[in-house]
């Protein structure tokens, strides 16, 4: 009975020390993945250069639709394409889109151009025969070169304001008179980029224009004491970014 005591006990202490090396051995679970989204890589993926990193590459289209009222007044554009144009209690609306690259030297600090085109459609009163009213077509374009710096906020999104300088001129498509205007123009534009997809972003946010050099000719006359002009409002962009190779 002793014996068989004794034998039973040695069998259990060897089990527990064979099963000792197993037990420390044993891996343990792995980490909960991170979560996806911007800046965010797979899990278990090298991790990736993500939007705003030296060396990348963001192109992208700003755009902006607005429908505008001027009771008393006309829009600047048509008040600077010539005499006949400063009618009052105008109405119209202006299309701009604006495609840009912008490269970031540093992480977050980019440098790029922008090439904008607008389009405006008015009818201000005053018109001939059985018509009320005319319709004035204008278009703009301009050039900008600018500076930037991308604040990632979270995964999935950052904040990317830019301040930019430029040449815009503009002129009138239809009519007897022909007429232009030109300015050197500060923009600033600060919009809040939302990183839904990898290399690829969409965003919205406040912008300002303002002259700050202006001048206008009509019929070969240039005028004088050209006012200054400053629009602001909302612009949507759109793009999308590449990582240097390697």
């Not at 790029?112 to 085109?117: C, L, P």
Request: aromatic share 10%.
């Amino acid at each position: 009975m002793q014996m068989s005591k004794a034998l039973f006990l040695a069998l259990v202490g060897g089990l527990i020390t064979a099963a000792s090396p197993a037990m420390a051995q044993y891996p343990y679970p792995p980490p909960p993945p991170p979560p996806p989204g911007y800046g965010a890589p797979a899990y278990g993926a090298p991790r990736t250069q993500t939007f705003g990193g030296p060396g990348t590459l963001a192109l992208s289209s700003d755009m902006n639709l607005s429908f505008m009222g001027c009771s008393g007044c006309a829009s600047p554009i048509t008040s600077a394409l010539g005499p006949g144009n400063n009618a009052t209690n105008s109405s119209g609306w202006l299309l701009t889109l604006a495609p840009a690259a912008d490269y970031f030297v540093i992480q977050g600090l980019s440098i790029g151009g922008q090439v904008a085109y607008s389009h405006l459609h008015e009818s201000v009163p005053g018109g001939t025969g059985t018509t009320t009213s005319t319709s004035v077509d204008a278009n703009l374009f301009g050039i900008f070169a600018r500076v930037g710096y991308n604040i990632p906020i979270g995964d999935l999104l950052s904040w990317w304001p830019k301040v930019g300088i430029g040449y815009v001129d503009a002129w009138k498509s239809s009519g007897s008179v022909g007429s232009s205007a030109n300015a050197f123009d500060l923009q600033i534009y600060a919009p809040l980029l939302l990183h839904l997809a990898p290399h690829f972003f969409a965003g919205l946010g406040p912008f300002v224009q303002t002259d700050l050099t202006a001048s206008s000719s009509s019929g070969g006359v240039s005028a004088t004491n050209y006012p200054k002009q400053t629009s602001y409002g909302l612009m949507f962009t759109i793009g999308g970014w590449t990582v240097p190779a390697g």
